[in-house]
């Protein structure tokens, strides 16, 4: 199994450009993640889908869309990327239930020039 | 914001010493998790402790858990090398079901 996987690795984009961050887990998990990073920081919750076909937003939804687009993928869309959007973003997964423990990805690292 | 706050932010210790990191945290929480992370990857889950429990084991790995006074402690004994890494708690809040809110991190180095 692969786990969570995240693609691309690493993308520069000029400010303005729009850009599909992509996610797929192999678990059949329930529940999947986007969180940003930032330097010397811990990980925020950007947006959140509890089951395939529902979507909420968490702590930094602004400036950002998601897509659940089957069981498998979650999909984070930037539409017009700002310099304040650099960041590493991270991909998780979880069955769902309370308490359980979250899969990462990789990490996608963004620079918006 | 939920988050939580880490302490201390970095941590620099002999192989060998043991290593304590705390957290704190400001609602009430079904349950909290600690996560590493290495340079540069993705996080990985070490231990969850949950609100009606009050300390937790796993190799060397010790995690505390107060509720009255929102904070928990991860004792690493026996540091190794390996160690070296980045530490997050992570929080599941009792009013927003299964949304974690992560802790600034605190940065340990271990030296061999």
């Known amino acids: 199994n692969a786990g969570v996987t995240q693609t691309p690795k690493f993308q520069v984009l000029k400010t303005g450009q729009s850009m599909t961050l992509q996610c797929a887990q192999d678990?059949?998990?329930?529940?999947m993640y986007w969180y940003r990073q930032d330097p010397g920081m811990g990980l925020r919750l950007i947006y959140y889908?509890?089951?395939?076909?529902?979507?909420d937003k968490g702590e930094v939804p602004n400036g950002y869309n998601v897509s659940r687009l089957n069981k498998r993928e979650f999909s984070l869309r930037l539409e017009s990327a700002a310099p304040s959007q650099t960041s590493v973003y991270f991909c998780a997964s979880n069955g769902g239930n309370p308490g359980e423990t979250q899969y990462f990805g990789p990490g996608t690292r963004l620079l918006v020039l | 914001s939920q988050q939580g706050e880490e302490d201390p932010q970095a941590l620099s210790i002999q192989e060998g010493e043991n290593a304590t990191m705390n957290c704190s945290y400001k609602t009430s929480i079904n349950n909290l998790q600690w996560y590493r992370q290495n340079s540069g990857r993705g996080l990985v889950h070490l231990i969850l402790?949950?609100?009606?429990?009050r300390e937790k084991h796993s190799g060397r790995l010790r995690v505390t858990l107060d509720t009255s006074k929102k904070s928990s402690s991860l004792l690493i004994t026996a540091s190794r090398a390996a160690d070296t890494a980045s530490y997050f708690c992570a929080t599941d809040p009792i009013y927003n079901f299964n949304k974690f809110y992560f802790g600034s991190g605190t940065k340990l180095n271990v030296k061999p």
């Open positions: 678990m059949n998990h329930n529940s």
């Open positions: 889908s509890a089951s395939e076909g529902t979507t």
């Open positions: 402790i949950r609100s009606n429990e």
